[in-house]
């Protein structure tokens, strides 16, 4: 007999940040869309390698580790630890999920690195870069900030106003400080390797917009999506510019030549060569080739990403993959848009999130739920919004309503009528029902492969919506005593219906579709299947019977959107700020001695998550003082400032240090501090009244 031949496909996600948890946001944007395709892929028998792992290295790591008094590798042991925990319990169902700081990593991107470097892909240039005297070293991009030159916003990166959107290069910034010492840096040269994008952009025109590569072709590119394609064409019709591949920092893979001490791989060169590394662990545990998923013509790679992420999968790793010579590049970059929580945008530095872990600790069991709904919303083409309500009203009106309904009342009813035993089908009077099924099938597989999972979903569930209706219909109950021959191929019809519910959602609703299984006494379920009516057999005896799903409760949503409530970015200056304190004699208020100073230089305190350490020039003196601001400001926005400051305290120590005084804040009704400040500048010293 001859052997089939399956298809191959490399599927990859973005590779996360060690640098915090995952949160709703990163699940709907990349992670749940790539499993969805995998498992799909998979059920259909081709062979597939899911990968993905963590990031972990770049300037943002070291500079957590810097300000909570640990080391990098303790911070990115830390995350990925909980985020791969997080992803398993969750169901999302890599192959691999691996780590950049692994040797295997080094290795390839080491080598992956000389050979860019034999074969002329990078310029060394020598260019200025900002330099922080106090501490000694060369300032990464997010090293440091400024004010923005095109919206003026003072807390912008050297890579990126944060407030505008803006990529930004740290020499651009007006008024740059180094977040290290809080003092302004100097200009210093230092060579690196830079990538000469511009060098490519005709081949990247013609295979983003007409995929072709080579003179062949390589893709569709109408199966891409909008925002894929219209970012890719902005960036080469404005004109590609070189780039540097690396960084002088101590934290990374270090570059592999004599005069490369001191540095390491850029982020963007280093992450994306992860996906190949892991991809390497993991064959070389699964007696696999990995060269069979990188350099095989006939294998479709496919990056699953946010779209912060296009231009680094749609131009700067093809150019380097392209350079190397021999490697894939992908047929296919679907890149989401962005998820909103309840009104704005997700900030994981105003913890406006909804983190995976504590939603699989809060919502045990329920996993399939926030599938579902995550991917009914899917920001496949704009930005979505995800509300607890939406997530309640989708899980009791669809989940339970449709779904779990439809399935209970047919397996109770076999139950009921049969012993649980399956009756036969003996004939067919409602050609309609596999008619429906098939289309439900065609359409279903038509919009997973042009990896539209919102749409396929819709599908999938209007299989329990047909279910339903069928019961509703024919009536069982009713005809049980008149027609009972009509029954048996009513609730075999209905079975059948519930057995193509369970295969067309596995990919949706994994652990729901196991659950179903086992009720309908199946080992497995084979998507080619599909649209049959001959999936249950006759006289298999029904599992347990039990609900798929469970009625969420107000009290549970309230308590989630109470969660949320206190740090609401949307809550109004109608809300009440705290009712005021009781009066106080003038003379109380003369006893405070309030002066204004000017901060001369601020820093993070190693081992506290709130404090910065400033000195403040107060006229006749300078001081010391502690405030709990790190979480509002940076010190290099802090530097340079005017502040006022209550100068008669006793002086105070915390975390081993003397504060010898106060700055005073405003703070509003989110717990969001603001500095109070002189509308003009004054004499350092000068009394306030």
């Excluded at 692994?102 to 260019?127: D, M, N, P, V, Y």
């Excluded at 989708?394 to 049969?418: C, D, H, P, W």
């Excluded at 009781?582 to 190693?606: N, Q």
């Amino acid at each position: 007999m001859e052997k089939k031949v399956t298809k191959k496909h490399l599927i990859t996600a973005a590779l996360p940040y060690a640098n915090g948890p995952i949160h709703i946001g990163h699940l709907a944007g990349a992670y749940l869309p790539a499993d969805i395709y995998s498992r799909f892929l998979k059920m259909k028998g081709d062979d597939v390698a899911f990968i993905c792992g963590s990031d972990e290295h770049g300037a943002a790591i070291t500079l957590r580790a810097k300000k909570e008094g640990t080391t990098p590798q303790a911070i990115v042991d830390k995350y990925h630890a909980l985020n791969a925990k997080s992803f398993e319990d969750f169901g999302i169902n890599f192959d691999i999920f691996h780590r950049t700081s692994s040797k295997i990593h080094h290795e390839t991107a080491q080598e992956f690195f000389l050979e860019l470097e034999k074969k002329g892909a990078f310029t060394k240039e020598t260019r200025e870069q900002f330099y922080d005297d106090e501490y000694n070293q060369f300032l990464a991009d997010r090293y440091v900030t400024g004010t923005c030159p095109k919206c003026s916003s003072e807390r912008a990166y050297g890579d990126q106003c944060e407030k505008c959107g803006s990529s930004l290069n740290p020499t651009d910034l007006i008024n740059p400080v180094s977040t290290l010492s809080g003092k302004s840096p100097v200009l210093r040269e230092t060579s690196h390797w830079y990538l000469p994008m511009g060098r490519h952009e005709k081949w990247l025109k013609e295979w983003i917009e007409e995929g072709t590569l080579d003179g062949k072709t390589h893709h569709n590119p109408k199966e891409w999506r909008n925002q894929v394609i219209g970012q890719c064409k902005s960036w080469i019709d404005g004109g590609l510019h070189s780039r540097a591949m690396t960084r002088d920092l101590d934290w990374g893979v270090k570059v592999p030549t004599k005069d490369g001490e001191g540095k390491v791989l850029y982020v963007w060169l280093d992450a994306p060569i992860g996906y190949i590394s892991a991809t390497k662990e993991w064959a070389a545990k699964n007696n696999k080739d990995w060269k069979d998923y990188w350099q095989n013509e006939e294998t479709d790679l496919v990056h699953f990403i946010g779209k912060d992420n296009i231009v680094f999968h749609c131009i700067i790793f093809p150019i380097l993959l392209k350079t190397h010579t021999g490697y894939n590049l992908p047929v296919n970059v679907p890149a989401n848009e962005f998820l909103n929580l309840e009104g704005d945008k997700i900030s994981t530095s105003r913890d406006w999130a909804v983190w995976l872990h504590e939603f699989n600790e809060e919502f045990p069991g329920k996993q399939d739920v926030l599938r579902y709904v995550l991917c009914s919303i899917a920001p496949e083409s704009k930005d979505s919004e995800f509300t607890w309500d939406d997530f309640q009203a989708r899980n009791n009106s669809e989940l339970v309503a449709i779904y779990g309904n439809f399935v209970n009342r047919a397996a109770v009813l076999i139950n009921k009528y049969y012993e649980g035993t399956v009756p036969e089908l003996s004939e067919n009077n409602y050609p309609e029902i596999e008619k429906q099924l098939q289309g439900f099938a065609k359409a279903i597989n038509e919009k997973l492969n042009k990896k539209q999972f919102r749409d396929a979903q819709n599908e999938a569930i209007n299989i329990a919506r047909l279910g339903n209706k069928f019961l509703a219909e024919t009536e069982p109950w009713k005809l049980i005593k008149t027609t009972p021959e009509e029954v048996k191929n009513i609730l075999n019809l209905s079975l059948q219906i519930a057995a193509n519910c369970a295969i067309a959602l596995a990919p949706f609703l994994p652990s729901s579709s196991t659950k179903l299984s086992g009720i309908l006494g199946l080992n497995q379920l084979n998507w080619n299947e599909l649209g049959s009516l001959s999936i249950v057999k006759p006289n298999t005896q029904l599992g347990e019977v039990e609900h798929l799903f469970q009625k969420i409760e107000d009290d549970i949503i309230v308590k989630q959107k109470e969660k949320l409530d206190s740090k609401s970015p949307s809550k109004t200056s109608e809300t009440p700020i705290d009712s005021f304190k009781e009066d106080i004699v003038f003379d109380d208020f003369l006893k405070l001695d309030l002066r204004v100073g000017t901060i001369l230089s601020a820093e993070y305190i190693p081992k506290s998550e709130k404090l910065l350490k400033f000195s403040v020039d107060l006229g006749s003196e300078t001081r010391t003082i502690l405030s709990g601001i790190a979480k509002h400001y940076s010190p290099g926005e802090m530097v340079g400032k005017q502040v006022q400051v209550i100068a008669n305290l006793p002086p105070r120590k915390m975390m081993g240090i003397e504060s010898q005084g106060m700055i005073l804040m405003a703070e509003n009704n989110l717990g969001e501090l603001r500095l109070m400040r002189p509308d003009k500048k004054i004499t350092n010293g000068a009394t306030i009244n």
